[in-house]
T-cell receptor, first 116, second 112 residues
């Protein structure tokens, strides 16, 4: 069964450094998402992306965050200047259609980001 | 705003016991409802879904019925196995939004 793959599985970065988290969505999917889960807290929506632009973002997704689909397969999340509170598990997801088509989101295994 | 509330865990059961994990939601529209499962060291996997009132989602022996009158989507399984040990997340997506809103997750531990 096709799956969403994320790399790396664990990223350790110094505070203030830039970090890029990478995802390869399922190949025929058109909608892409990032979520995060701070330890002990709920899974929170960050951003959705369709047709090479952001379709929705949360208040968490401020100017420090950006997303990109640099080629036909990868989908990346960049944090420009990391803060301690960015430490979390980051999940990428993709779906074939949007909510109106009732197509579910499929998730990767996550990247654990640790900011020192 | 929209929200999902799940019962606190952990839930500890013996093998072959009956499972219920409660989930209630608050939404302004008519959401779709989901249960996701996270096995140790893995990502979130869709377990089942329901898109309108009175729909029943089912998969791998798990069931949940979309109850609009009680705004609930409780997860049930008649006989759990050790391999069902995982964290279970209830989630909704509302009309006009791309995002999933998750509950806090309920850890299930099944003992042999």
């Amino acid at each position: 069964e096709p799956e969403v793959t994320q790399t790396p599985s664990h990223q350790v970065t110094q505070m203030g450094q830039e970090v890029i988290l990478r995802c390869v969505p399922i190949s025929n999917h058109l909608y892409f998402y990032w979520y995060r889960q701070i330890l002990g807290q709920k899974v929170e929506f960050l951003v959705s992306f369709y047709n090479n632009e952001i379709s929705e973002k949360s208040e968490i997704f401020d100017d420090q965050f950006s997303v990109e689909r640099p080629d036909g397969s990868n989908f990346t999340l960049k944090i420009r200047s990391t803060k301690l509170e960015d430490s979390a598990m980051y999940f990428c997801a993709s779906s074939e259609g949007d909510r109106l088509s009732n197509q579910p989101q499929h998730f990767g295994d996550g990247t654990r980001l640790s900011i020192l | 705003g929209d929200s999902v509330t799940q019962m606190e865990g952990p839930v500890t059961l013996s093998e072959e016991a009956f499972l219920t994990i409660n989930c209630t939601y608050t939404a302004t529209g008519y959401p779709s409802l989901f249960w996701y499962v996270q096995y140790p060291g893995e990502g979130l996997q869709l377990l089942l879904k329901a898109t309108k009132a009175d729909d029943k989602g089912s998969n791998k022996g798990f069931e949940a019925t979309y109850r609009k009158e009680t705004t609930s989507f409780h997860l049930e399984k008649g006989s759990v196995q050790v391999s069902d040990s995982a964290v279970y997340f209830c989630a909704l997506s509302d009309a006009g939004s791309y995002k999933l809103i998750f509950g806090s997750g309920t850890r299930l531990l099944v003992r042999p």
